[in-house]
């Protein structure tokens, strides 16, 4: 009950058309996962890391306001000349 294996030329037309279709799968297979999915549903790190990025945010804007403040300041002391 040994069977032997065939072992079979592939084309490159045919190499191409496989990859082509495996590629078309490959972008199907997420699409319907997407479309069954609730898309509203977040997982408790992605809220923690959402608050992180606009706590981030909220400390950049504050030193460039900063920043700007000091800048308009010391422009206008300078001295004219």
């Known amino acids: 009950m040994i069977d ?3 072992t079979v030329m592939v084309s490159r037309r045919g190499a191409i058309s496989l990859l082509g279709l495996a590629s078309a799968l490959g972008l199907a297979v997420p ?3 997407l479309v069954g999915s ?4 977040q997982t ?3 809220e923690r890391r959402d608050e992180r990025r606009e706590g981030r945010q909220e400390r ?3 030193r460039q306001k900063g920043r ?3 800048r308009s300041k010391k422009k206008k002391n300078k001295p004219q000349g």
């Open 4 to 6: 032997k294996v065939k």
């Open 31 to 33: 699409v319907t996962t």
């Open 38 to 41: 609730n898309a509203n549903a």
């Open 44 to 46: 408790g790190g992605m």
């Open 60 to 62: 950049r804007d504050e």
């Open 68 to 70: 700007q403040e000091r």
